[in-house]
Nanobody
Framework: QVQLVESGGGLVQAGDSLRLSCAASGRTFSAYAMGWFRQAPGKEREFVAAIRASGSSSYYADSVKGRFTISRDNAKNTLYLRMNSLEPEDTAVYYC??????????????????WGQGTQVTVSS
């Protein structure tokens, strides 16, 4: 079992930056692939970014590529999402998730095992 707690969300203006954090506890954080997902009102939860257990590789949704950076600190059991050049379309609840590590990072939300409670990000125009 892995417990995940997100933080760092807030209300910002278009063009601003935010860094989300996800603190993990429970089983060995460094054994899990980690991901960020988001869900806007009336929409399905969608993949944002993922990173392998070792941090050796990452993968991004096209909509955030070049603007967002996922990273992890296995010594601190923490996952991060640096978000630059935020757009109103980025407004959503952001969730971190964990699952068993795989060679190919998985983007389907239903295939992730553990979830945090989410943190709201609102970008005004």
């Amino acid at each position: 079992q892995v417990q995940l707690v997100e933080s760092g969300g807030g209300l910002v203006q278009a063009g601003d930056s935010l860094r989300l954090s996800c603190a993990a506890s429970g089983r060995t954080f460094s054994a899990y692939a980690m991901g960020w997902f988001r869900q806007a009102p009336g929409k399905e939860r969608e993949f944002v970014a993922a990173i392998r257990a070792s941090g050796s590789s990452s993968y991004y949704a096209d909509s955030v590529k070049g603007r967002f950076t996922i990273s992890r600190d296995n010594a601190k059991n923490t996952l991060y999402l640096r978000m630059n050049s935020l757009e109103p379309e980025d407004t959503a609840v952001y969730y971190c998730a964990a699952r068993a590590d795989t060679i190919r990072l998985i983007t389907t939300p239903q295939l992730w095992s553990y979830w945090g409670q989410g943190t709201q990000v609102t970008v005004s125009s």
